[in-house]
């Protein structure tokens, strides 16, 4: 049994006008599985599929206070690329951003509701990952979230050292899922959290209970699907097998 990363989760105090953002940046089609809900996917993309991980805007009012835990990088091939894609997002309604990065290669921004990405100066060398380059979590123990995340999940490790954990599909497609080591504690609930699935014919308590085995813990919430958490306390959901 294992899981594998699908989409990620992000809050919104408007999802239809965040998402429409984020589909612009993308080049992503829009579409929503009911109210309060924009789902953002590649055009012509058939759900699952690791060449992508999609994402859910879910309206929520509670206010972003903190950094969030969870971030996009966005893929670029060369220097030029980067400052286009930084001019285009700023006509989209992105501002720069500072969350101590100091002289660093890559830009931060925050999108129209204050959610940081990042744009890098980078080309993955073993293919193309899609317009979002990695899906970055902060932590404090990258090793011990590799141990996790590497049996949560049928992806392949990269890396792993004591500054960064990196997987990625074992398709080797997609972006990659990167565990990056950061001096912030979490205080919060996590507004952009991964969501998870079991593949066809997998049992979904079975596939809770085995997380919980590997140091998962249970949340307690009354949704149609199951939310864990991770050692480190970061929110995620199981989603039913697909």
């Known amino acids: 049994m294992a899981t594998r990363l699908v989409q990620i989760n992000m809050k919104a105090r408007d999802d239809s ?31 699952p599929d690791p060449v992508a ?13 903190v950094k969030n835990r969870v ?3 966005l893929a670029t091939t060369s220097a030029a ?9 700023m006509d989209l309604g992105a501002t720069p951003a500072d969350v101590g990065q100091g002289n660093v290669p890559w830009t931060v921004m925050a999108d129209p509701e204050g959610n940081e990405f990042c744009v890098l100066d980078w080309h993955d060398p073993i293919g193309d990952t899609g317009p979002i380059a990695s899906v ?21 490790l990269h890396k792993v050292t004591d500054h960064n954990a990196v997987l990625r599909s074992a398709k080797g497609v997609g972006p990659y899922l990167q ?10 609930w996590n507004r952009v959290h991964l969501d998870v699935r079991p593949y066809p ?15 998962a ?24 097998p697909a």
């Open 217 to 240: 813990t249970a949340i307690d919430l009354d949704v149609p699907w199951t939310v864990l958490a991770d050692p480190e306390g970061n929110e995620f959901c199981l989603l039913t």
């Open 136 to 156: 970055v979590v902060d932590c404090a123990d990258p090793r011990a979230m590799a141990r996790f995340w590497g049996e949560a999940m049928d992806w392949t």
């Open 17 to 47: 006008a965040l998402g429409a953002f984020w589909a612009e940046v993308l080049g992503w089609g829009v579409s929503s599985e009911g109210p309060g809900v924009t789902n953002l996917e590649p055009v012509g993309f058939v759900y």
């Open 201 to 215: 014919g997998d049992d979904l308590d079975a596939e809770a209970a085995r997380l919980q085995t590997l140091g």
């Open 71 to 73: 971030h996009v990088d």
């Open 179 to 188: 565990f990056l080591r950061t001096p912030d504690a979490k205080t919060v």
């Open 81 to 89: 690329h980067q400052a286009e894609l930084v001019t285009r997002l």
């Open 53 to 65: 991980v999609c994402i859910d805007l879910i309206a929520s009012p509670e206010p972003k206070t």
